[in-house]
């Protein structure tokens, strides 16, 4: 099993950065893909951005060219840079770890606000 602690959540004015981290420990050797998703108020979870081992990124419309998605794997660390955020964005952000067994492990998740 993999045990995943994310931060960097918080209130930002629309236009405005944030920067998610996700730390992963336990079972680091099984992990395939790394990625986060969101869920805004009254809607689905949905895909934000992933990571696989070999470093391929893929990011949802909807962030493309605004978000970016880095790994530290020395430090066993994903992190999402948030740039030129909207209110759209505002939704709790869930990271994940996909294990080689095909088991995906979530987050807590993190909270962000983008408001005036």
């Known amino acids: 099993q993999v045990r995943i602690v994310e931060s960097g959540g918080g209130l930002v004015q629309p236009g405005g950065s944030l920067r998610l981290s996700c730390g992963f420990s336990?079972?680091?050797?099984?992990?395939?893909?790394m990625g986060w998703h969101r869920q805004a108020p009254g809607k689905q979870r949905d895909h934000v951005a992933v990571?696989?081992?070999?470093?391929?990124?893929n990011y949802a419309d909807s962030v493309k060219g605004r978000f970016t998605i880095s790994s530290d794997n020395a430090e066993n660390t994903v992190y999402l840079q948030m740039k030129s955020l909207k209110p759209e964005d505002t939704a709790v952000y869930y990271c994940?770890?996909?294990?080689?067994?095909?088991?995906?492990?979530w987050g807590r998740g993190t909270q962000v606000t983008v408001s005036s």
């Open positions: 990571i696989a081992k070999d470093g391929s990124t």
């Open positions: 336990g079972s680091i050797f099984s992990i395939t893909n």
């Open positions: 994940y770890a996909d294990e080689d067994v095909g088991f995906r492990n």
